[in-house]
RNA sequence: CGGGGUGUGGCGCAGCCUGGCUAGCGCACCUGCUUUGGGAGCAGGGGGUCGGAGGUUCAAAUCCUCUCACCCCGACCA
């Protein structure tokens, strides 16, 4: 295509409220325009983009057997109290009300909907496994949109549901899926990690993500340096410690006023001790009221391990005034020791011998705290976060790394959640009926586009991985009204034409400075630089965005190693 | 939802505290001349309800009240 005859309003300047490069880099580069808060036009660059992500899903789900389908992105809400989600999914599901009074969400997901055909089309065990898939907009209203079109509100998703008569044939998809998205990802030029992530409410070790490792990433990933265990934060399993042979005689409870002495830190140097000693213990709410939750003064308490722990509905830090009006306490000093509370502790505390903890009174801790003679501890397990360094629980020797990840992609197996309460039951060799078991599968398209762009940039603008770039070739010549110059560069843009590659041809009236700027920042992988003094040699000039390395070609006879050079981008 | 911040031509900003004359600067845009292998120079030009509403005042971008939008920091998710 001709550079003039297109849409692409670039930027010198960053707009001031884009925070991450990825969105800095595609609003200059005319890629997308923010219409209102996670909101965004896709313009023309934009959408090719977007087009090459969708089309290698397209490609990696129709070869496993995906059926690719466009489902309402309005559906009705009766579907949706069906499944009990219309009251459960809260502020995120957009709702709206037509003429009539009816209502509809803007669907955020579509495992009702999917459900809702699948149970009026399949009754037998013969018509399975089914795989749908749909690449379509969806609508999250999220508290807090950011990031351009890593987290935005309205984003476009591909979601993929399957549906199965039994529990080895859903394991077989899942492993499927499994390299479905390692191959899509790995197509789009990605470096990323499959990891273990919570499963919520589902249980079993079911649920994966896809990370693309980027310090802007809002996740945490957690991996073995050694084994390939890997593992979002959230998850991220601990090694079970060693037991610790007590002391022959134990210490004493023993008081100690420790005025205004409140923090870990703070209570550590006072006492003169280190922070492996003490017992912090972390006040949360749930639906049945409060819970206390023990780790060692240097943890992080990993609020998803304790939910998962005692199986509650939600849990999340106890607000202070909560704290204080329902156990006179005031926050700093609150210890397990009679405490008026179930008491979870993580399995590091269980190891402790003469510790430290908070005792329930203004100004005052205890020292000489055992486990055994002084806690009643409701239940023990995991319950820590992981830090760098800390041991692999999978493998001897391993230490744990940890990264930022931004998940592009989630699969996991739903079991029979929405089919037994939908009732999309099957037949079974048997004449039995049984619902049928679910899986569902979900890519982000845009924020695999952004994420891409945070692992391949430089100072100059993007470096789009070749099976990304909006266009594979630009065509630059130094003066395009000059007769020579003009005729080269339209026999080399139809050249490259005819060897499959889209190109762009720079035919603005421009000087070659701007023209550089914008191939850079654009970020199209090749460029193909056409001037008098090379053209009076026979050459043209080749030059790699990537490495900046140029080298000169036979014109025209070099093109043909172009498509070539695409391959190892 | 809590806490903080910002709204001034397409983009980036100054002006506001301490009201005052035609609202300014850089980039971008239009015209002309010169220039032309790394974001050109000169000259001329177009474009702004100063987020919105109300108020104070002889006079409001500036002060007051209300309101809307957007951004940033914390619990959810592709």
């Known amino acids: 295509m001709y550079y003039s005859k297109l849409f692409i309003p670039t930027l010198k300047q960053s707009p001031a409220d884009a925070e991450v490069i990825s969105h800095q880099l595609m609003v200059r580069a005319g890629m997308i325009r923010q219409l209102a808060a996670g909101i ?32 309402p992105s309005i559906p009705p809400a009766e579907l949706w109290q069906e499944s009990g989600r219309w009251e459960l999914y809260g502020k995120e599901l ?28 399949v009754k037998s065990y013969r018509q399975l496994p089914l795989l749908m898939y749909q690449i379509q907009t969806k609508f999250r209203d999220e508290v807090r949109p950011r990031f351009g079109v890593m987290r935005g509100r309205e984003f476009t998703m591909k979601d993929a549901y399957s549906f199965h008569a039994d529990e080895a044939s859903v394991l077989e998809m899942y492993e499927h899926m499994k390299q479905a998205y390692s191959n899509t990802f790995s197509r789009c030029g990605l470096d990323f990690k499959m990891v273990e992530a919570d499963s919520g409410t589902i249980g079993g070790s079911f649920s994966h993500e896809f990370m693309v490792l980027a310090d802007s990433g809002e996740d945490a990933v957690a991996f073995c340096d050694t084994c390939d ?10 090694r079970t410690p060693d037991p610790v042979t007590p002391p022959k005689k134990p210490d004493p409870l023993k008081k100690i006023p420790t005025p205004g002495k409140k923090s870990v830190e703070e209570v550590a140097q006072f006492l003169k001790v280190s922070a492996r000693q003490i017992v912090k213990t972390i006040i949360l709410e749930n639906e049945n009221g409060l819970v206390a ?40 000093f609150i210890g397990p020791v009679e405490l008026d509370m179930k008491v979870y502790a993580d399995h590091e505390v269980a190891v402790m011998h003469n510790f430290v903890t908070g005792a329930n009174s203004k100004d005052a801790h205890y020292t000489g705290v055992q486990f055994e003679r002084d806690l009643n501890v409701a239940q023990m397990g ?16 391993g ?24 009732k999309a039951f099957y037949l079974d060799d048997q004449g039995k009926e049984n619902p049928m078991i679910m899986g569902c599968y979900g890519i982000g398209v845009g924020r695999t586009a952004a ?47 005819d060897l499959g590659i889209e190109t762009l041809l720079d035919d603005r009236p421009e000087r070659l400075g701007v023209k550089f700027k914008d191939a850079e920042l654009l970020g199209i992988p090749l460029q193909i630089i056409i001037g008098p003094k090379n053209l009076d040699a026979g050459k043209i000039e080749l030059k790699s965005r990537k490495t900046g390395v140029s080298e000169l070609i036979d014109f025209p006879d070099g093109l043909q190693i172009i498509p070539e050079r695409l391959q190892n981008l």
């Open 40 to 71: 965004y036009s896709i313009l023309p660059l934009g959408l090719r983009v977007l087009k090459k992500v969708e089309q290698i899903i397209r490609e990696e789900m129709n070869r496993i057997g995906g059926q690719e389908m466009f489902l």
């Open 229 to 238: 265990y890997a593992s979002n934060i959230e998850k991220a399993a601990s």
């Open 382 to 397: 995991d319950l820590h976060e992981v830090q760098e360094g800390d041991p692999c629980p999978k493998c001897d020797g």
């Open 451 to 497: 994420a891409a762009i945070e692992q391949n940039h430089d100072d100059k603008g993007i470096v789009w991985p070749a099976p990304l770039a909006p266009f594979q070739a630009v065509v630059i010549p130094v003066k395009f009204d000059e007769d020579r110059q003009r005729q080269a560069s339209e026999e080399a843009y139809r050249t490259l034409g």
């Open 399 to 422: 230490r744990y790394r940890v990264k930022r990840g931004i998940e592009v992609g989630h699969i996991f197996i739903l079991g029979t959640k929405y089919s037994a309460t939908m």
């Open 293 to 332: 939750g023990l780790v060692r003064g240097d943890r992080q308490l990993n609020l998803v391990k304790l939910k998962n722990l005692i199986g509650c509905d939600w849990l999340q830090p106890a607000p202070e005034s909560l704290i204080v009006s329902k156990t006179n306490i005031p926050c700093g």
């Open 94 to 121: 957009l709702r709206l009300t037509d003429r009539h009074d009816r209502e509809f969400c803007y669907g955020p997901t579509h495992e009702e909907v999917i459900t809702d055909i699948i149970r009026g089309g």
